[in-house]
């Protein structure tokens, strides 16, 4: 189990880059004199802050963004199943952040893809499994219950259950789902209802759904950004 260094940005995982018809975000140089704040970042202050962050961490510095991210970040924590380089890993990171889990586990291949991400792993707590056991191992050791997501037979609706407030919600592969481990690692099963014709829905977007079942019964609304 490691954890998960930050990577030099490249074009695709630039939080400052947007699309060419998008209007710049963030803000620009800071007024002189400077703040005298040990949190903020002097090229940053220099420079302008075009990062996707909110206004409360406008020209902070990473290690601080994370370190107040730390304070408050929710009991719920996420693990997916790197097994052949989904592209919807990095999506899920996104949501883990928007959402504010406590930590993010990626179970299998140590590379993933960080696309979708946007650099939000950087913010981010970001471990590393071999396979479910050691995944399980590490649920015993905290205490945690291990609740997979997948439209598997015997699976619960998630939006009729009451999730645990201390729990890992494990998501598995694209079109293949949860293995056959991760099924056995796991403590309960729940399920998104669907009702058209397609048997499965993204992996990422069945993430951000059942995250948010975590938030609608745990987490207090959210402050205004």
């Known amino acids: 189990m490691t954890m998960t260094s930050h990577t030099p940005e490249t074009a695709y995982d630039d939080e ?17 004199p400077w703040p005298d704040d040990p ?28 370190a107040d991210l730390d304070t408050r970040r929710h009991p719920f924590e996420i693990a997916i199943e790197n097994l052949a380089h989904d592209m919807n890993i990095g999506t899920i990171v996104r949501t883990a952040n928007a959402f504010l889990a406590r930590r993010v586990h990626i179970v299998g291949r140590r590379r993933w893809n960080r696309r979708g991400a946007m650099v939000t792993d950087r913010y981010q707590h970001i471990e590393h499994h071999p396979d479910a056991r050691r995944l399980r191992e590490y649920a015993e050791r905290e205490g945690l219950p291990i609740i997979g997501i997948d439209n598997l037979p015997g699976s619960r609706p998630i939006e009729h259950a009451r999730l645990p407030e201390r729990v890992i919600l494990l998501f598995g592969q694209e079109s293949t789902g949860l293995s056959s481990d991760a099924i056995e690692a796991s403590s309960g099963l729940y399920s998104i209802s669907q009702y058209g014709s397609t048997r499965s829905i993204n992996a990422g977007v069945a993430a951000g759904i059942a995250m948010h079942s975590w938030i609608q019964q745990h987490a207090t609304p959210a402050a205004s950004r």
Do not use: F, M
């Open 16 to 32: 400052n880059v947007g699309p060419s018809y998008a209007p710049p975000i963030g803000v620009g140089p800071h007024a002189l």
């Open 39 to 66: 949190r903020l970042d002097p090229q940053l202050l220099a420079d302008g802050d075009r990062r996707n962050v909110i206004d409360r961490y406008r020209y902070w510095r990473v290690d601080a963004i994370v």
